[in-house]
T-cell receptor
Framework: EAGVAQSPRYKIIEKRQSVAFWCNPISGHATLYWYQQILGQGPKLLIQFQNNGVVDDSQLPKDRFSAERLKGVDSTLKIQPAKLEDSAVYLC??????????????FGPGTRLTVT | SQQGEEDPQALSIQEGENATMNCSYKTSINNLQWYRQNSGRGLVHLILIRSNEREKHSGRLRVTLDTSKKSSSLLITASRAADTASYFCATDRFENTDKLIFGTGTRLQVFP
């Protein structure tokens, strides 16, 4: 089974520039998550999609971050304009629809963003 | 915000020794999970323990959960160099099991 795919793996941009990340979840996984992981910290949820609808974006800095999942499969996360503090690894995860209390997330390799 | 706090922040041991890391959390949960993260394989799910369970085993992993103290521990027995990684606990919320909140992580270094 193919895992969660993300691209690019690395990105270096200057502050105030724009950047976009792409995620392709595991086939059949309806729920997709974007996380931000700052060096030395645990992942922090930015946004959660169920199919193509947003379930939770309470921690997404909406003045500069946006995300979409138009057809309920692939997703893109955009930052415009980037700030120095956005330097982090951006992780995408997916999971099957929950049929019980058990629930495991499958993570992609992440995109490491450096803002200079 | 981080729900869980792991301690120690960093741990160094020799191969063959046991490694114990602890996680404390703040709110009522349904499940607690442990994940491992290394540069080679990214973030990988290790084990899940439900709020009505007190202990769970999986291979060399042993997880305990004390809901009265809002804490969990992960024990890795007979550690190997390949266990070198960061370990995170992740909790859901009692009212929302679809959203995970990760702790700060323990960085484990296992020396050959």
């Amino acid at each position: 089974e193919a895992g969660v795919a993300q691209s690019p793996r690395y990105k270096i941009i200057e502050k105030r520039q724009s950047v976009a990340f792409w995620c392709n979840p595991i086939s059949g996984h309806a729920t997709l998550y974007w996380y931000q992981q700052i060096l030395g910290q645990g992942p922090k949820l930015l946004i959660q999609f169920q199919n193509n609808g947003v379930v939770d974006d309470s921690q997404l800095p909406k003045d500069r971050f946006s995300a979409e999942r138009l057809k309920g499969v692939d997703s893109t996360l955009k930052i415009q304009p980037a700030k120095l503090e956005d330097s982090a690894v951006y992780l995408c995860a997916s999971t099957l629809p929950r049929t019980g209390p058990f629930y495991e997330q499958y993570f992609g390799p992440g995109t490491r963003l450096t803002v200079t | 915000s981080q729900q869980g706090e792991e301690d120690p922040q960093a741990l160094s041991i020799q191969e063959g020794e046991n490694a114990t890391m602890n996680c404390s959390y703040k709110t009522s949960i349904n499940n607690l999970q442990w994940y491992r993260q290394n540069s080679g394989r990214g973030l990988v799910h290790l084990i899940l323990i439900r709020s009505n369970e007190r202990e769970k085993h999986s291979g060399r992993l042993r997880v305990t959960l004390d809901t009265s103290k809002k804490s969990s521990s992960l024990l890795i027995t007979a550690s190997r160099a390949a266990d070198t990684a960061s370990y995170f606990c992740a909790t859901d919320r009692f009212e929302n099991t679809d959203k995970l909140i990760f702790g700060t992580g323990t960085r484990l270094q296992v020396f050959p």
